[in-house]
């Protein structure tokens, strides 16, 4: 049997892991989980949906009619300010408080559209309540990290179609952001220049791996992806937080996010599945915060039109996720992919 393949492991510099890329020329066999491009039809506006202006929510609050970007405390919040000051400490059993707000971003009042389909000034308009957000939540003496992101799409779990965001705000720094900031502080305490400056570099000298770029960002598949389109939209100018970026920057942060995601649609020529994470400096008092470089992670879980990728035994057990594509042939690809929205072509 004549079965050529990749199989190397690749090293991730921020999450400071291995990743492995194991590209098979011919695929596996498949017998697990599909999903069709074929969504139902939505209304523009759904009476029962509690992210809709003017329905009230489980909770008994009346959204307002609103026309911009609209936030509020989630009704079902992982997260309380008000957690109890339990505090115990033992060998095996350590407790302390959690502290925290969960928000949910409305990205327009229209219910049956996504970001891809808005223009990007209304995307523009999103990017401004996120660093409203940031700012406001991120002031908090009890808030240590705001984590900006989105879940789109049925087949990662949101049940409601209305386009929208979350943001937690914690008392804690979570774990990959802690990592990442570990990783910039040591980076530049032993090179003396970022490492997110360093990698971007790099990309763009490779230029294999870049999928889109405008004045301030650049989008690329990084060399270490562990998913097949997992991509990264990086400033070229240093800034920590998303509250560093200038009106011109946050248009052109704006422009690159709409480009990527309709390039994701067109892809397959579906509502790209997607999780979206905004990686910003934590808000704790720490100087070695202003090492962060803010960035924009993207993980579709498409594998391929109508393949899901999972984290199975050897990944959720073992902890090393492995990559079916080479990181260059899914750029290639993705590169390609026109940025006119498939639903707006004639
Ligand atoms: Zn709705």
Redesign the pocket.
């Known amino acids: 049997m004549n079965f050529k393949g990749n199989w190397e492991r690749r090293w991730h510099p921020l999450l400071k892991e291995w990743v492995v890329l194991a590209a098979t020329t011919s695929e596996r066999p498949w017998s697990g989980e599909t999903i069709s491009a074929s969504g139902s039809e939505e209304p523009e506006f ?1 009476p029962k ?1 509690y ?2 202006p003017g329905v009230t929510r489980a909770s008994g609050i009346k959204n307002p009619d609103y026309i911009k970007p609209y936030a509020f405390t989630n009704d079902f919040a992982s997260f309380s300010m008000d957690a109890p000051d339990v505090h115990h400490k033992s060998e095996l059993e350590t407790v302390e408080p959690v502290h925290g707000t969960c928000r949910v971003i409305c990205f327009t009042p229209r ?1 049956n559209i996504t970001l891809a389909e808005m223009n990007v000034g209304e995307l523009a308009d999103v990017v401004s309540l996120w660093k409203k957000e940031y700012a406001e939540l991120g002031s908090h003496p009890k808030i240590d990290n705001v984590l900006i992101f989105e879940n789109k799409g049925k087949v990662i779990g949101v049940s409601n179609p ?1 386009p929208h965001g979350q943001i937690y705000a914690t008392g804690f720094i979570p774990r990959i952001v802690k990592r990442e900031l570990e990783s910039f502080t040591d980076y530049r305490r032993s090179h003396g220049e970022g490492l997110l400056e360093a990698i971007l570099r790099n990309e763009l000298e490779k230029g294999k791996r870049i999928i889109c770029q405008n004045e301030h960002f650049v989008a690329f598949i990084p060399f270490f992806a562990r998913f097949v389109y997992e991509t990264y939209i990086v400033p070229r100018r240093h800034v920590a937080r998303i509250t560093d970026l200038t009106d011109e920057e946050t248009l052109a942060y704006a422009e690159i996010h709409h480009q990527l995601i309709v390039k994701f649609d067109n892809l397959y020529n579906m509502s790209f599945p997607n999780i979206t994470m905004l990686h910003n400096a934590p808000t704790d008092n720490n100087p070695e915060n202003d090492h962060f470089h803010f960035h924009t992670e993207f993980y579709p879980p498409m594998r391929s039109p109508d393949k899901l990728k999972y984290l199975a035994g050897f990944e959720s057990g073992g902890g090393n996720i492995i990559n079916p594509v080479n990181p260059e042939e899914a750029a290639g690809r993705l590169r390609q992919a026109p940025v006119i929205h498939y639903k707006h072509k004639k």
Do not use: I, V
Request: charged fraction near 15%.
């Open positions: 759904d949906c992210l809709c219910h209305h």
